[in-house]
Nanobody
Framework: VQLQASGGGLVQAGGSLRLSCAAS????????MGWYRQAPGKQRELVAV???????NYADSAKGRVTISRDNNKEAVYLQMNRLKPEDTAVYYC??????????????WGQGTQVTVSS
């Protein structure tokens, strides 16, 4: 199984981007799906996560500006980002977990997509 992230790019502050991440290969039933980001010189951090049941959780920096969604039929997860700020500049990674009995079996990571926000 591979996750393919897309949708990054260069945008001015205040603009919007929509990131997409789709799985290919063997069809799996994912548990949590989420987006993380890593800025230069910083650790990777959670942006948002959505459970298989549709519950969402956001980093404080993302609340009110970011919406995560998923399409279970397409094994895809999306990140709509609005009112982007220069500090949102980072490589964004999608992640999907397979779960059994509440235990994460495997974590799958996408290859990352660059988001650059100019001031």
């Amino acid at each position: 199984v591979q996750l393919q992230a897309s949708g990054g790019g260069l945008v001015q502050a205040g603009g919007s981007l929509r990131l997409s991440c789709a799985a290919s290969g063997n069809k799996l039933s994912f548990g949590d799906m989420g987006w993380y980001r890593q800025a230069p010189g910083k650790q990777r951090e959670l942006v948002a996560v959505v459970t298989s049941g549709g519950r969402t959780n956001y980093a404080d920096s993302a609340k009110g500006r970011v919406t995560i969604s998923r399409d279970n039929n397409k094994e895809a997860v999306y990140l709509q980002m609005n009112r982007l700020k220069p500090e949102d500049t980072a490589v964004y990674y999608c992640k999907a977990d397979t779960v059994l009995g509440g235990v994460v079996l495997t974590e799958y990571w996408g290859q990352g997509t660059q988001v650059t926000v100019s001031s």
